[in-house]
């Protein structure tokens, strides 16, 4: 079993979301033996925005030659696509940040959303090529975005959603630990329920 964890925060290994996903790991660990080296790990802060060739590239009919795929952008694409496509299981740890997902998730998700490689676009729009696999994502937030005390609209939801469709990815499983800006017993509240929901989540697997 391989599991693929991207680690969005700009806070990494220290984030309420990484905190949150460490959770969906073990789970996973527990249902299916895994060894250490089985789990690769990817900051996405470290991720360049993607590059001119890149660009072009995806705004034309055909892929460059060989040359120019072999570097850049188009390399670290094709690297993180593979990743991806190795993985059995994704799991994504993201903040939201200004109602939807933080820009270094954005920047892994121009990168594995590629025309041609990822997806192909038919007269019916565009078709997933990945094959699917479960993908949880373990976001965190300041306030509440679910519920009926929400009071800031949620995009990041829809969006990861859509775009993970896009390429084939509709498994998708969201936990959440949200309003830790209240801190306190209320954030100690809010991580409880999200340790429990996904341990009621995988007791039902
Ligand atoms: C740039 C930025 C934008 C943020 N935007 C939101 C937001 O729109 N809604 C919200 O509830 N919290 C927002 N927050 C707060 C974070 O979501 C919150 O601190 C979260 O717990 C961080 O999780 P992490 O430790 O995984 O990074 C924002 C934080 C930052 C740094």
Redesign the pocket.
């Known amino acids: 079993m391989s599991i693929l964890r991207l680690t ?4 990494g290994v ?7 996903s460490q959770f969906v790991v073990e789970h996973l660990a527990r249902h299916d033996p895994v060894r250490g080296r089985d789990i690769v790990e990817i900051d996405a802060n470290l991720l360049p925005h993607v590059d001119v060739d890149y660009a072009r590239a995806l705004g034309s009919p055909a892929d460059p030659g060989s040359d120019v795929c072999g570097r850049g952008s188009l390399r670290q694409s094709d690297q993180l696509i593979q990743s991806l496509s190795d993985a059995d299981y994704v799991v994504i ?8 997902v ?1 820009s270094a998730l954005k920047v892994w998700i121009d990168h594995v959303v590629r025309v041609r490689s990822t997806f192909s676009v038919t007269r019916e729009g565009k078709v997933g090529v990945l094959a699917d696999r479960p993908v949880f994502v373990a ?7 679910s519920g009926p005390d929400a009071r ?1 609209p949620d995009f990041l939801t829809p969006y990861l959603k859509v775009a993970l469709a896009t390429i084939g990815l509709k498994r998708l499983t969201f936990f959440s ?5 209240m801190g306190g017993q209320a954030l100690d509240a809010a991580r409880l329920r999200a340790q429990e929901q996904i341990a009621g989540h995988f007791s039902q697997q």
Do not use: D, I
Not at 14 to 20: A, P
Not at 177 to 181: C, I, L
């Open positions: 969005c925060s700009p806070r220290g984030s309420e979301s990484h905190r949150l740890a993201t903040p939201m940040h200004n109602y939807t933080p976001a965190s937030s300041g306030g509440l975005f800031q630990v949200e309003g830790t800006a």
